[in-house]
């Protein structure tokens, strides 16, 4: 059952799910403290959720809405990040998509959750137009 738009899953344990990306955060994507920039994070949230929609969708997607990103801790250079998606209503032409970014530090086994956000995408046709999510 499709939970509600406005409805982002509360904190929860490690995702028990293989995830949908999995990205190395590098020197080019961090600021001169060494922090990776929150707008390249959101890009991989983005390509995942992107991914997650053209598998539902059973083709062309777009993004048209972001919503509610948290940014619980900081991603440095050298992390692994692993990105988790759900989706979590869908509608007629559209879905939206939760997605939550786990880093984990190049030298450890320990992951901790870093970033979250609610995706919304629309299936398109041939011509860019909206057009009907096929069945689930």
């Known amino acids: 059952m499709d939970k509600p ?4 899953p509360s904190p929860n344990p490690h995702p028990s799910t293989p995830p949908t990306i999995r990205v190395i955060a590098m020197p080019a994507d ?10 390249w994070l959101m ?5 995942a959720a992107g991914s997650a929609a053209a598998l539902r969708s059973q083709g062309r997607c777009v993004t048209v809405a972001i919503d509610k990103v948290i940014l619980h801790q900081p991603v440095l250079i050298g992390d692994e990040i ?3 998606t759900e989706i979590v209503r869908t509608g007629r032409t559209s879905m939206s998509i939760h997605v939550e970014a786990w880093r984990r530090a190049r030298r450890s086994h320990e992951t901790s959750k870093v970033t979250e956000g609610l995706f919304t995408f629309v299936a398109i046709d041939e011509d860019r137009r909206p057009r009907a999510l096929p069945e689930a």
């Open 30 to 39: 961090a600021n001169a403290a060494g922090d990776i920039f929150g707008g």
């Open 5 to 8: 738009v406005s409805e982002i």
């Open 82 to 84: 692993s990105l988790y």
């Open 43 to 47: 890009s991989q949230m983005d390509l």
